[in-house]
């Protein structure tokens, strides 16, 4: 069960947390609970914020930061435990971590440097400090648990620290070594999710909302039944419901189709996170730790053939479009991959791309944000060389369409692009793997919603099935 951090930012949140693990503990023959946890909602950021400060040397905004991080998490000890000795023994706990984490902070501030290693080391001081709370309270209600951070569970990763990757083999065999021994003993583990460590011992961390990805690949190595991925949310939805309101909750969807949807933006499961548990058919379950009567989302490794051909529509916003061209590129071999070398370097992610066969221009969709590096790096590498022109459209949308029921049905991408024409919608540039399970298109951002609108309602998505 891995828990996010809206599910931790307040004494009765985690109190509700309590009642959910131990609601499963009481039903029938007891299940094996092993308990993922993020770090409170905003804390992430918070410390994010401050490495800014660290690398400009501001000494001044390390004695603030300590302060408003040790409030915090002393607030959520004293609200969530009631027992006095268990209340002082997480005090206690939480006071030396912080000490910890404030010399840290002092050393980092003297050299003003943040380096990708410094930074996994002090992001992963949120779930520590949230571990021994939680591990607490269970111990409050007489629910037996102990506290482990990713490293000390033994999740081993290479050294690409910020978005590092597990090895699966070593980590099967320690997190195994570890936590079966404790699960036989009904001790429930509580593991901070996000964290692990490299073959040299250094902090490392898996990418933004790791901690989903923590629990898959501990559901692999422990061979679990069920992964529960709790947090505020009903689960995945046939769209975002800011845009589309009658938008509903997908019951069940497989493995593929969930993959498509996170790597198109759903942003309420790590895009890495089905990995570890695909290959071992384990089913993932999201859930809404605050309605429980709403039976969530089962990602599943069937597809499930129903009457909705298509299940979900995605928009990611804030993005931008670039077009390079030349006749020297036609029939060059490496053009491309030379292309895409340059933007690598540079740390820019390509997120579509699409070429015609006569290979005079390549389109690229990138963030907004990396526009500025892209356009640099490709001016000063490629441009009057290996490309010709280089052609920018900014505030761009890519709109994704997605479903199994797509595969080997004739005329959805007709039905698609009649639909949006209808309602005076221009596409940009458009893009479909072999799969068939998505196909993606990219319009001006100002047409987004009434795109997304229009789709939602051609495949019927606002009635149930």
Known sequence: MKFGGSVLDSPLKIKKLVEIVKSFENNGDAPEIVCVISAAYGVTDKILSLSDSLARGDKKAIEAFIDEMTSIHLDLVQGSINNPALQQESKK??????????AILEGLVLIAEITPRSLDHILSFGERLMAPIVSYSFKDQNLDSNYFTGKEIGIVTDSNFGEASPLMDTTKFRVNAKLVPMLQ???IPVVTGYIAADQHDHVTTLGRSGSDYSAT???YCVNADVVYL????DGLMTADPTIVKDARVLSEISYSEA?????????YIHPRALEPVMDSNIPIRI????NLNHQGTTITPMLKISDKIVKSIIAIRNTALIDVSGGGMVGAPGTA???FETLAKNKVNIMMISQGPSESSISMILKQDDLGKAITSLELKLLGKVIKHLNVLENVSIVTVVGSGMRGIKGIAGRIFTSIAKNDVNVIMIAQGSSELNLAF???DIDCEKAVKTLHQEFGLNKSS
């Open 93 to 102: 706990t939480v006071l030396s971590i912080m000490r910890e984490f404030q």
């Open 337 to 339: 991959a030379s292309i």
């Open 287 to 290: 859930r809404n730790a605050f």
């Open 442 to 444: 990219v319009v001006n």
């Open 230 to 233: 709790w947090s505020d949310v």
């Open 259 to 267: 993959a498509e949807m996170v790597l198109f933006g759903a942003k």
């Open 185 to 187: 003993k009904d001790v």
């Open 217 to 219: 690949i501990i559901a």
